[in-house]
């Protein structure tokens, strides 16, 4: 993953620079570091560790110049530390990259050979080194394309030269890159979030595109060198979404964002008077789509988990959920006919836009359901549905989840009713309950204390498992994966049926089982394999909406009261307990909330 920033200005940009690595610190926070032109050398600051690492070593040293690049590292080639933390320099160039060089060892190789020695374990390295040796014999641009033509591998990358002072050259396979204007200075950076507080103006690179920036311009080249124009997009102004108001951390604000961003979400996409949901333009004709397959990674898979039982529940079309890093290598039929329908939060998640391309050079049409709706998997899929749920900075995905089913649901029963496969009461009724979820979930989250007084017992256990069936099994595994994302504790997710294939053995006196049991066609049998838990010793947290006196029997350890809803709407309620527990108990850990460890928001390495 990583992110990357690079600015040419007409005064000194240490404060910028520093001030954008922080608004990047989603993409890593493994290490950090600046390089910048001062007195014509290259000066280079990195550490390992966070920007505010950084910013204490840069009070020491002293940081200043008017050319500079800058990066926060997720690490892949070498360990975190200082020595592997980006730019990379030699006497001539400094480099910051995103991605990942797949033939790094054999370029290694040969430049060893040179004389060139090596400083750290990463693939970059070969970058910097490359061009130090293409310079000996070319200008800086020529110097750059050939040292591209070398790569194999996704990137982004930031250049300075000792030589050619005054700017940078940013390139771009892969890894995404945007370039941001204002009239006395230019940038390059990841994303348009690293950017926005500097430009309201941005252009993105294609594969293969090369820019080069001074303070007073931009110029582009294709793979072929050739000089290009680029589109200039207008940023949206909503800086003050990224701040955390009054909340401890942007996870707490993100998942007490929830009501209000399900309400707008719904205003967005349903005609409120004539009940119609407006989703127009589908690349398939509803009619024709003769299966759907859903590809995501991580909590976005776990959506697509969810809609493939809304697609079965609503509609006669086949489905297939994949997880994106194994769809984009099966050998996959991709038909014509088909839907193939991608889901994230961040829009820049390497396997998934790797999935869509793939999709696309065969032919097939796209659909992308996404939070950024600036990132490149909306600039290449044929059709977009934001889910219009607003920046969501937390690593852990929650308010973007809670988004993603809805855009997914509506999305599916728009087709059921295009395709006169869901009956006008049914959908009348599910709108109706669909209207009225927000105040569901701000219920739940009134009583969150609930929660917060549970998250005790949960901080010395060794492991957890949790457990639903239908629509509440995919629950199960989003619940898990928030849980050991940000308490750092063993929890697995599992359909409660196949316990006793397996792992049951791993149930032992007082072991924390959470039974998610809504009151819908699968509860009685849920809690029977919840009895079967209880007779080995699993201590039950049960997330339900019935108030049955046998299934609240003295063995359960406790229980979380959810609201009653249309049966198929239970997603939206059940996940919002999993959410907080998983917060509380990181939160009684003294975890990083926002920043869990050896994670990052955007993963665009694959
Ligand atoms: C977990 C989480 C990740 C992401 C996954 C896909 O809380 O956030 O599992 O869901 O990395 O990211 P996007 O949705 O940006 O494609």
């Known amino acids: 993953m990583c992110g990357i920033i690079g600015i040419a200005s007409y005064k000194d940009i240490s404060k910028e620079i520093l001030d954008s690595l922080k608004k990047l610190e989603y993409r890593g926070y493994d290490s950090a570091g600046i390089s910048t032109i001062n007195n014509g050398e290259i000066v280079e600051n990195k550490c390992a560790g966070k920007v505010s690492d950084l910013e204490k070593l840069i009070k020491k040293t002293s940081l200043s110049g008017n050319i500079g690049i800058g990066h926060v590292r997720w690490a892949t080639h070498g360990a975190p530390n200082q020595a592997n933390a980006h730019p990379h320099s030699s006497e001539e160039v400094s480099v910051v990259h995103n991605g990942i060089i797949e033939n790094s060892a054999i370029i290694k190789k040969e430049l060893i050979d040179k004389g060139h020695i090596f400083k750290s374990q990463t693939d970059t390295e070969v970058v910097t080194h490359l061009i130090t040796e293409n310079l000996k014999k070319m200008n800086y641009l020529e110097s750059v394309f050939a040292t591209l033509n070398k790569l194999e591998g996704s ?3 930031g250049i300075i030269f000792k030589k050619f002072n005054n700017l940078i050259v940013g390139a771009r396979r892969g890894s995404p890159l945007a370039v941001g204007y204002t009239d006395k200075e230019k940038y390059i950076g990841s994303d348009s979030y690293a950017l926005n507080s ?5 252009s993105y690179l294609d594969d293969g ?3 080069v920036l001074t303070k007073d311009k931009i110029e582009f080249f294709d793979k072929n060198k050739k000089k290009i124009e680029k589109k200039i997009h207008k940023l949206a102004n909503d800086e003050d979404v990224y701040s955390k108001g009054n909340f401890k951390d942007f996870m707490s ?16 996409y349903l005609d409120k008077i004539r009940k119609e949901i407006n989703i127009v333009n589908f690349p398939v004709d509803p009619k024709k789509i003769t299966k759907v397959n859903l590809i995501a990674c991580g909590t976005a898979y776990h959506a697509c988990a969810v809609g493939k039982y809304w697609f079965e529940e609503f509609t006669n ?6 997880v994106a890093s194994e769809f984009r290598y099966r050998n996959n039929k991709i038909k014509t006919n088909e839907l193939y329908i991608f889901v994230s939060q961040s829009g820049e998640t390497a396997d998934t836009i790797a999935a869509l391309d793939f999709c696309k050079k065969k032919g097939a049409k796209t659909c992308a359901i996404i939070n950024v709706t600036e990132s490149s998997l909306s600039r290449l ?4 549905l934001p889910i219009h749920v607003g920046p969501e900075v937390g690593v852990a995905s929650t308010k973007a989840f809670t988004g993603q089913i809805l855009v997914l649901l509506l999305f599916i029963l728009k087709i059921a009713r295009i395709r006169n496969e869901i009956k006008e009461e049914e959908y009348l009724n599910i709108i109706k309950d669909l209207e009225n979820i927000h105040s569901n979930v701000a219920l739940i989250l009134n009583n969150k204390k609930i929660i917060e007084d549970l998250a005790v017992d949960f901080i010395d256990i060794k492991g957890s498992m949790f457990l639903g069936r239908g629509l509440s099994y995919p629950i199960a595994l989003e619940g898990a994966l928030k849980f050991k994302e940000l308490t750092y504790l063993h929890a697995e997710g599992y359909p409660a049926g196949e316990m006793k294939h397996g792992p049951l053995a791993l149930v032992e006196n007082g072991m924390p089982v959470i039974v998610i049991a809504p009151k819908d066609r699968f509860y009685e049998k849920t809690i029977s394999n919840m009895q079967e838990v209880i007779a ?7 997330i339900s909406d019935h108030a049955d006196e046998v299934a609240t029997s003295e063995n359960i350890w406790s229980e979380i009261r959810i609201p009653k809803i249309h049966k198929f709407l239970s997603p939206f309620l059940s996940n919002i307990p999993l959410q907080l527990l998983a917060y509380y108990v990181a939160l009684k850990k003294g975890n990083d909330i926002d920043k869990p460890r050896n994670l990052a928001k955007s993963v665009t390495v694959e």
Do not use: H, W, Y
């Open 155 to 157: 990137f982004a990358l």
């Open 198 to 202: 500097m430009t309201k103006e941005v």
């Open 209 to 211: 595109d090369v820019c």
């Open 253 to 268: 604000k993100e998942i007490s964002e929830q009501p209000e961003v399900i309400k707008k979400c719904i205003n967005e």
């Open 317 to 322: 079309i086949d489905v297939s959920v994949d």
């Open 381 to 384: 899929a044929d059709l977009v």
């Open 536 to 542: 080995r010793g699993g201590k039950i947290l049960l």
